[in-house]
């Protein structure tokens, strides 16, 4: 799964690197897992340009890995225990990563842990970091493929983010070339209504969730819906693909609306069941398509494990979606306030 070089490496270096990775948002949800964190289905995303998390790695060699987690400005324990577990695991396979101590300092352009894929962009960025350590030690050029590897390992949705504009990530006859391990940009394919995207991210909570996507995939092992989620998701990835393609904004926000409330209902529908939707996002839902249907605006949603919905639209429609959010929806957001206007982005860097 990595470089035979890295694992041969036995000596620290002192490091730093600044990274910048994007979050991304799931039009094709991975919700379950196999085997050391491979998705279940294949899943496609949408890269965001504004949705951000920027890292700073330094590395000094020491005797014993350890690692010091600054967020916003603060230590953050709770992430601090995460991010070296995820290290610790990491060193098992590439034993130089253990030879350091590391001192992180994060910052989000986004409220965390909100439905808003922070655990995305922040591994997406630390792993870069790492496969950047990488490159100095091996005196070689920055190996992108055993980046998302790393990223994989600490969020799967993460390996999506170290890419711009679409992104499959799953093994899916559909495009050749495609993996469990990694994600493979698609954009090239796309019909250009789909370039330049825009999602309108209404923060209805910020609030830190209940319950982690951690737990979440996990209830899919055991989930009664199971195997019937995993090929409807096939299904519904061939028709999504299909109408991106062609440029059938209908058929593709159908789809991209399904698979949101699917991902809520394998939650509702698990053991114990999981309700992560608030008032308001229904009826932020009930407005968007009441609006849709008397305007014949492309405008769609999805959602995320958590509260908050995004809204999904060609970037032609821009003017018309801007206008229907600030007169209509933006007081069902968080303190009346809180919309993010986001677009297809660029990948990590
Ligand atoms: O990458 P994880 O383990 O946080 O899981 C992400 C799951 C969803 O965000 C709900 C769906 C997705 O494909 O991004």
Known sequence: ???????????????????VAPANIAWVKYW??????????????????????LTEIEATPASKLSVELWFEGARLEAFEEKTLKYFQALAQEIPV????????????????????????????????????????????????????NLARLGSGSATRSLHGGYVLWGESTLV??????????????????????RDCILVVSSKVKEVSS?????????????????????MNLAELWGAMKSGDWDKAGGIIELEALTLHALMLAARPGVILLEPNT???????????????????FTIDAGPNIHLIYPESAHAKVESFVRHELIGFTENGSSVIWDQMGSGAQ
């Open 1 to 19: 799964m990595f470089p035979s070089e890295w694992l041969k490496l036995r000596a620290g270096v002192d490091f730093h690197a600044t990274v």
């Open 214 to 234: 951690r737990l979440g995939h996990q209830q899919m092992n055991a989930h009664p819906f199971a195997q019937a989620r995993f090929s409807s998701a096939q």
């Open 282 to 300: 229904l009826e932020i839902i009930r407005l968007v398509r009441l609006f849709r249907k008397a305007s014949g605006v492309p405008l769609f």
């Open 32 to 53: 379950g897992k196999k085997g050391p964190q491979l998705p279940a289905n294949p899943s496609l995303s949408m890269t965001l340009q504004e949705s951000r998390t």
């Open 176 to 197: 050749p070339g495609s993996s469990d391990l990694y994600g493979v940009e698609v954009t090239k394919h796309v019909h250009p209504s789909f370039l330049n995207a």
């Open 97 to 148: 990563l253990g030879l350091h101590r590391y001192k992180i300092t994060s910052q989000n352009t986004f409220p965390h842990s909100s439905g808003i894929a922070s655990s995305a962009s922040s591994y997406a960025a630390l792993a870069l970091g790492l496969a950047k350590l990488m490159a100095k030690l091996t005196h070689s050029a920055i190996d992108f493929t055993a980046a998302a």
